[in-house]
């Protein structure tokens, strides 16, 4: 006849195990749903362009706050193209969705993917067409009236929006996986 022991000391590691297992029967009690672990996955790649997003932004924003107020000649930094000053509103999608993380809110992930679209996606699909001619006039000619530190302003701005293109992208792609994985979420709860 075994001994009684208080339950605290039954559900600790150093305590004695149940008669007839080795104490490793707990594994399948342990397992996250598969929407869980995705959920928490797909936050982290989605923090991760945001942040990015964020360096972006923060780089545009800078290049126009030297231009505006004259911290440096023209010929040096010059003055930003109309694409933009729109461009500086995708810092709202990012809001929001960090704002959707802590309770997993389905609205505020929706809200961001929408302005995602009109204040990050548009915005450079405007500025690649607003900046064509003069990209064409430069490897076609050669010839340079913008420069951001010596580089063709022109050569700068577009590195910027591919890498911004992909950035917003995947942001929209993991958004998109992780909505889905929070109506799973959400459907189970409903079902119980």
Known sequence: MRAWLPPWKM???????????DGSDFRHRERVAEHYQMSVSLKSEIKKLI????????LVATQMCVAHFKLLPHDQVAMPYQWEYPYLLSIVPSLCGLLSFPRNNISYLAISMISTGLFSVAPLIYGSM?????????YRHGKAYRFIFGFSAVSVMYLLVVIAVQVHGWQLYYSKKLLDSWFTSTQEKKKK
């Open 51 to 58: 942040y990015m997003q964020v360096a972006l932004w923060l």
């Open 11 to 21: 559900a600790s590691r150093a305590g004695p195990r149940a008669t007839g297992t």
């Open 130 to 138: 607003e900046m064509f001619p003069m990209a064409q006039q430069l």
